[in-house]
């Protein structure tokens, strides 16, 4: 399944994305969550810049790991491309090839469902192209085995071949045109409107195939603190 979660900074759509993520898990009795984490967003999540102690967290028993990919540049341009190399290194550490049908070859044997966060989203795509490795992942998604959720700022910052494989929209208020006629597309002239007018933290959910919406107006029951730094030791890359 393909879940985008879409908000402005301060909404909470990264907030929302561990507690979807979570939820889900516990429904299906998923796997490890592994946090793709480029700001650095999820502390309170067991975090390392470290592919190889990402690895390992990925076999604990923590509910959630993030990986922080490691960037030396302030440069945007330079910084997506390095963000997008890291993600290659992520990708590939996941040992997701169960998934992929590689039964005899993959990695993690038998692996169970699989829930996987990609938090700023924006940096692995854009326009007509996405990360090769993400389009991987989003055509792979399923509502049974592997789940996608992806956050991103606007609907604008999600690549037209991600939006048209999407299961399950979460909008947060949006307001710019160009924004408010992609959700129209998606969803329809109600719920572009509702979006446009939506108080502070609170959010659409959408359902592309059955057409279904409703409010989420309590943000208090899916909010939790992920700013509080966690007591894990981690290992930073320089």
């Given at each position: 399944m393909?879940?985008?979660?879409?908000?402005?900074?301060?909404?909470?759509?990264?907030?929302?994305?561990?507690?979807?993520?979570?939820?889900?898990?516990?429904?299906?009795k998923?796997?490890?969550?592994?946090?793709?984490?480029?700001?650095?967003?999820?502390?309170?999540?067991?975090?390392?810049?470290?592919?190889?102690?990402?690895?390992e967290?990925?076999e604990?028993?923590?509910?959630?790991v993030?990986?922080?990919p490691?960037?030396?540049?302030?440069n945007?341009?330079?910084?997506?491309?390095?963000?997008?190399?890291?993600?290659?290194?992520?990708?590939?550490?996941?040992?997701?090839e169960?998934?992929?049908?590689?039964?005899?070859?993959?990695?993690?044997?038998?692996?169970?469902p699989?829930?996987?966060?990609?938090?700023?989203?924006?940096?692995?795509?854009?326009?007509?192209?996405?990360?090769?490795?993400?389009?991987?992942?989003?055509?792979?998604?399923?509502s049974?085995?592997?789940?996608?959720?992806?956050?991103?700022?606007?609907?604008?910052?999600?690549?037209?071949?991600?939006?048209?494989?999407?299961?399950?929209?979460?909008?947060?208020?949006?307001?710019?045109?160009?924004?408010l006629?992609?959700?129209?597309?998606?969803?329809?002239s109600?719920?572009?409107?509702?979006?446009?007018?939506?108080p502070?933290?609170?959010?659409?959910?959408?359902?592309i195939?059955?057409?279904?919406?409703?409010?989420?107006?309590?943000?208090?029951?899916?909010?939790?603190?992920?700013?509080v730094?966690?007591?894990?030791?981690?290992?930073m890359?320089?």
């Open positions: 393909n879940i985008l979660v879409i908000g402005m900074r301060g909404e909470g759509k990264s907030t929302l994305s561990i507690f979807l993520a979570r939820r889900i898990q516990k429904r299906v998923g796997h490890v969550i592994p946090i793709f984490d480029p700001k650095r967003t999820f502390n309170s999540i067991p975090h390392t810049s470290d592919i190889d102690e990402f690895e967290l990925l604990t028993e923590h509910d959630a993030a990986y922080q490691y960037t030396g540049s302030d945007d341009k330079k910084s997506s491309d390095e963000v997008a190399e890291e993600f290659s290194v992520f990708f590939d550490s996941l040992g997701i169960y998934h992929f049908g590689q039964r005899e070859t993959a990695t993690r044997q038998n692996l169970g699989f829930i996987l966060v990609v938090d700023e989203a924006w940096f692995l795509q854009g326009g007509m192209s996405a990360h090769p490795k993400l389009e991987r992942i989003v055509r792979l998604a399923d049974k085995n592997f789940y996608l959720i992806e956050a991103a700022h606007r609907p604008k910052d999600f690549s037209t071949r991600v939006r048209a494989q999407v299961d399950e929209l979460y909008l947060f208020q949006q307001w710019l045109k160009e924004d006629d992609i959700i129209e597309e998606w969803c329809g109600d719920v572009a409107q509702t979006v446009r007018n939506l502070s933290h609170h959010v659409v959910r959408y359902e195939s059955t057409k279904k919406w409703e409010v989420w107006s309590h943000p208090a029951g899916w909010y939790s603190d992920i700013s730094e966690t007591a894990c030791p981690t290992k890359t320089t």
